[in-house]
């Protein structure tokens, strides 16, 4: 009997400890708990890139592609949020950019949640802008900053957009639904 009141005591614990210590993390190998969640993604660990996944978002003067970061680490790690975006021209001049973060003409917005990469997999968003000459900027380059923070890629863009705006959805682990 003390066996069992032992046995349920622990059970009762290691339940309130899981609670209390965090929730379940999604991951691209399944979900992990509290004691084997990854870490928050340290600068460098993540590497970012526009795809051609997606070469139709073209239309009514608005033109997309969908942005990629890949853990380049050893270890699973998570971040959220939505990409930080710089145009720059010709020499890597600094263009003003406006981004805006919600839907884009092309996809729906996932919202703000945490992804977690495996060593070796990548996350998308999608972005957008337009051209249709209107205070248009002859852009160069894309900085695309995976977390916001200062660390980030320089990537070839040349586009033509409008005024430097962008609009952009949140990182998903899957690609965001057109």
Known sequence: MSLSRTAIATTAVLSLVGLAGGSAVASAGGSQTAAGAAEACQPGALRAATSDIDEHQVGMNHEGTYLKVTNVGDSACTFSGYPGLALEGAGHTAITTETTRGDTYFVQDPGEHEVT???????YA?????????DAVDARYLQISPTGSNSHSTVPFEKVVDGGALTVTAWSDTLPAS
């Open 117 to 123: 990469l495996q060593a070796g997999d990548s996350a």
């Open 126 to 134: 999608d972005l957008a802008w337009t051209h249709t000459g209107e």
